[in-house]
Nanobody, 120 residues
Framework: QVQLVESGGGLVRPGGSLRLSCAAS????????MGWYRQAPGNQRDLVAT???????NYADSVKGRFTISRDNAKNTVYLQMNNLQPEDTAVYYC??????????????WGQGTQVTVSS
């Protein structure tokens, strides 16, 4: 199947920046959608941003103007550049991808999650 490996989380002060990465490995023929979600303790998992094809992006209102999602199709990788981070951005961030395998089957996979903590 498809495995997603995330990196880039950590501890940052308010106003700081982090860049998350998520790379897919496996028998992937093509990836339709890539996205980032986050889950704070006691909360549900919420959409942060998605990118479909090359330029179609969607953001949660709370991160518009601060976060940027991008993808590298050649590397099957999605990025999330997070600027001006605030304490309310503290959460475990998960990447998600869906697409088609070489077998012709579709797939949806999730990363293991990476912790982002914003604190002074």
């Amino acid at each position: 199947q498809v495995q997603l490996v995330e990196s880039g989380g950590g501890l940052v002060r308010p106003g700081g920046s982090l860049r998350l990465s998520c790379a897919a490995s496996g028998s992937v023929r093509g990836i339709t959608a890539m996205g980032w979600y986050r889950q704070a303790p006691g909360n549900q998992r919420d959409l942060v941003a998605t990118v479909i094809a090359r330029d179609s992006t969607n953001y949660a209102d709370s991160v518009k103007g601060r976060f940027t999602i991008s993808r590298d199709n050649a590397k099957n990788t999605v990025y999330l550049q997070m600027n001006n981070l605030q304490p309310e951005d503290t959460a475990v961030y998960y990447c998600m991808m869906n697409g088609i395998l070489f077998s012709g089957n579709s797939f949806t996979s999730w990363g293991q999650g990476t912790q982002v903590t914003v604190s002074s």
